[in-house]
DNA sequence: ATTAGTATTAACAGAGCTGTTAAATAACAT
DNA sequence: ATGTTATTTAACAGCTCTGTTAATACTAAT
């Protein structure tokens, strides 16, 4: 034993044999078993990419995380550049198909925003650390997101437009109190993104956070608060 | 000239002897002229530390900006850690004191609010990096904020529940809309903080922000519009 | 002018990070 | 079995960052 190598080699299914020009096709379908190298070194980018954002974390961590050597990643991936925009990419698509079914909506005005601001929540929600990665991403490594602008801007600016635009309908036909569709579209966004991304703070304030149930309910709470903030905003009354 | 040293040696004014244990307390007074190197250190972090956060401001970005080597930080400050330490006490300190003034005004309670939203909201006007750079360090730096927190904490604790227990009491004497006091100082807080995160992001949707007005006019605008959310949550009407 | 103490620099040490490579091992086709 | 190819590792190269140190320049007091 000259090189000192670990004794168990993990088995896994094989990927493509030249990753980057994906000749050979022969990923496992809809197998749900054990991952593929590729695959578990993606899940445990996206885990980590979300939970400390692109600088802090190493590929070293990544590879780790997957139980492999960075070097993989490497082989895999090329650079950490690459996965990160291949992680970034899969989550931007998620927000996106979560919009889709709220653009359908054609009922009534208050249905269809309150719909929105409560899709958008729950988005959020549901991928708790979105809110951080995006900002942290923007801020500090604004160049990634740029490449990504040309693909995802016509469809963020879809829905604002298309939001804004039943918001100006309504204020000019005065079947709600006259504001500015622009500041009311951004006071939602920022609620919504500053509830996600104040949340370790405000779990650092609560001192009975010990139950694990604390979180729901208080994202609760701040829907409703948020909604009837809105509502009070347009309507005067809730 | 062996050892290649820049031909001109700036002059400044000295500091103490031992910057640790502070031995001589030979500062100049209320000299308003050159600054000590100490200081141009000082103001270099501030600057940077506040445009980038503490982790992308390196010691050598600093010290360059001071005009010095980095060498020199750490002979007047020894570490990193302990200069921002100075300069994150520095800055808590300016926003304590400009809350200071809100907590004596004992008038009518939607004017001491009012007060209170926009003081807030000035201050953040006034340091636009502020809360980019609270959040940037509570999130990738936290342990640097627990060394400050018991000395700031409190008085933090005190304006929150003055102005809760003041919410608390309309709430009950029935002059305001049932409102939990909580969720309104979060509504505040966090849609304040958030104009001032966000503005990078809002700056690039806006298309004529070649102008230089256009920051004093979209803070005016944002400004009215976050009072006018809170006051129709409380009032239904504005 | 000499000297003692202060300020400043260049150079280096050590750590962590990304990316590369030669060699070892596993899987597979024949 | 044998050879070919795919996968994986250990080791390393190069970079950047923090912090240290020995040597040098400056200042002021005598």
Redesign the interface.
């Known amino acids: 034993m000259k090189t000192g190598r670990k004794t168990s080699r993990k088995t896994r299914g094989q990927a493509s044999a030249d990753p980057f020009t994906d000749r050979q096709e022969d990923r496992i379908h809809g197998n749900p078993g054990p991952q593929t190298t590729e695959q578990a070194i993606m899940a445990a980018a996206e885990e980590l990419f979300l939970e400390k ?1 692109y ?2 974390a190493t590929t070293v961590m990544i590879a780790g995380k997957a139980g492999v050597t960075h070097a993989m990643l490497h082989y895999y991936f090329r650079t950490k550049e690459h996965i990160f925009m291949k992680v970034l990419e899969k989550i931007l698509e998620e927000l996106m198909q979560s919009f889709r079914p709220v653009m359908l909506r054609e009922g009534a005005f208050w249905d269809t925003l309150e719909k929105g601001i409560s899709t958008h929540f729950d988005f959020l929600a549901s991928h708790p650390r979105f809110a ?1 990665f995006l ?2 991403t ?3 490594n604004p160049e990634l997101i740029d490449r990504m602008k040309e693909k995802f801007m016509p469809v963020i600016m879809k829905i604002l437009a298309f939001h804004i635009g039943r918001i100006r309908e309504e204020s000019e036909k005065g079947s709600i ?1 006259s504001v ?1 569709p622009v ?1 009311l579209v ?2 939602i966004a ?2 919504n ?3 996600f ?2 949340l ?3 779990a650092g304030f609560s001192s009975g956070m010990a139950d694990a149930g604390w979180m729901r309910e208080f994202l609760d ?2 829907k409703a ?1 948020i909604i ?2 809105i509502k ?2 347009l309507y ?3």
Chains 1, 2 share one sequence.
Request: charged share 30%; aromatic share 6%.
């Open positions: 954002g600088d802090r951080f900002y942290d923007v801020v500090h109190r500015d500041q951004m006071d920022t609620l993104l500053s509830t991304l104040l370790p703070v405000a709470i701040r608060e009837a903030l009070s905003r005067g009354d809730i």
